[in-house]
């Protein structure tokens, strides 16, 4: 069945950069939204950001907007999620997950993976 495998997470001081990626299978990727969802210590999931089957359209929350960068490889089914200029609200779980307009639905989604820890600390 479905499989989302999160990857890239660390820790890292404000300011500072990391790649996520996440390797999918069990769907077709090539003909689906995907989307970054986080998870901060203690709080509720939050929406990061979408990206169309194709990639040519992409949207994110006004908190990452200008810093984040969502892309995909359809041919080596990964998303990844560039993350310039953290910040320590950025520190989160970061889960990938497929389909669209997921944003009011999170509580039920089905198929999260384990996540990646991202830390944002001096």
């Known amino acids: 069945q479905v499989q989302l495998l999160e990857s890239g997470g660390g820790l890292v001081q404000p300011g500072g950069s990391l790649r996520l990626s996440c390797a999918a299978s069990?769907?077709?990727?090539?003909?689906?939204?995907m989307n970054w969802v986080r998870q901060p210590p203690g709080k509720g999931l939050e929406w990061v950001s979408d990206?169309?089957?194709?990639?040519?359209?992409?949207n994110y929350a006004d908190s990452v907007k200008g810093r984040f960068t969502i892309s995909r490889d359809n041919a080596k089914n990964t998303l990844y999620l560039q993350m310039n200029s953290l910040k320590p609200e950025d520190t989160a779980v970061y889960y990938c997950?497929?389909?669209?307009?997921?944003?009011?639905?999170?509580?039920?989604?089905?198929?999260w993976g384990q996540g990646t820890q991202v830390t944002v600390s001096s």
């Open positions: 997950a497929h389909g669209w307009n997921l944003r009011g639905r999170l509580s039920e989604y089905d198929s």
């Open positions: 069990g769907f077709t990727f090539s003909g689906v939204t």
């Open positions: 990206i169309s089957a194709a990639g040519f359209r992409t």
